[in-house]
């Protein structure tokens, strides 16, 4: 590429605005007479092509969604629509994930804390559900929504755990704190982004007690995937709530409340 022809010699040579007579500076943009033009400014890449393969990610795993919803009224056992809900997601995602791969890699490349803040992250994990079960309680008792058992008792402690405790944190951080927070924090700003995420995760699970409680599951995960650029604290921060919710189905684990 051939580079541009200098500016005429009445013109600055930054931007290109006339310049009076024997005017040492330009006045439209402070630039010296006589200096060397500035460096060209790096265009910014469009955004529109994230934003749409960011949409077009999301409305897959929505459609995943009703797929499992759609098994379920056609009456499929509940052990195998967890299976299969669980592998279709994770393919949606993995699938997904290639296009940016190599910022995923270098999230995961990084630990995000030491161990005292894995340790802070642990703390604040029972707390934090004990807040989220009493709000899904309150609702229950005012309008009959509450949420019902994210669990499988019945199946064994193993299957549970897998299917409660470690598929939806790590398919589940990938797709959103991953893929989707990703591609929009290169066009927004970060809160921007982590908010849109935040709600992207709630409205994914398809029901109002999940839309209220995951909005604030989703910016506490997405603001630790953004303080440690990683995405091992969210994994580990939802795989603890989800471990204490397997908990209280299991043998109870909240205070004497009324639940």
């Not at 007579?21 to 006045?27: E, K, M, S, V, Y």
């Amino acid at each position: 590429m051939e580079p541009l022809p200098p500016p005429p010699s009445d013109q600055c040579a930054a931007c290109a605005a006339p310049l009076r007579p024997g005017a040492g500076f330009c006045g439209q943009c402070g630039h010296r007479v006589g200096d060397a033009p500035p460096p060209p400014r790096p265009v910014a890449p469009p955004a529109w092509p994230d934003v749409r393969y960011a949409l077009v990610f999301y409305f897959v795993l929505l459609g995943v969604q009703v797929v499992t919803m759609v098994l379920h009224e056609v009456g499929m056992g509940e052990f195998t629509l967890l299976w299969t809900a669980d592998a279709l997601l994770a393919v949606a995602t993995l699938v997904g994930s290639i296009k940016i791969r190599a910022d995923l890699v270098g999230l995961y490349r990084r630990g995000g804390f030491r161990v005292l803040g894995y340790a802070a992250i642990a703390a604040a994990s029972y707390p934090a559900f004990v807040l989220v079960a009493l709000f899904v309680h309150a609702l229950d008792v005012a309008f009959h929504v509450g949420r019902g058992a994210e669990t499988m008792v019945g199946q064994g402690i193993g299957w549970n755990i897998l299917f409660v405790c470690v598929t939806p944190p790590v398919v589940e951080e990938l797709a959103f704190r991953g893929v989707i927070y990703t591609l929009l924090a290169r066009h927004l700003h970060a809160w921007e982004a982590l908010v849109l995420s935040a709600f992207a995760f709630a409205m994914l699970h398809l029901s109002v007690p999940s839309l209220v409680t995951h909005v604030p599951l989703g910016l506490y995960f997405g603001w630790l995937r953004g303080r440690g650029r990683s995405l091992w604290p969210g994994m580990f921060a939802h795989a603890l709530h989800n471990g204490w919710v397997l908990a209280q189905d299991v043998v109870g684990v909240l205070p004497p409340f009324g639940f």
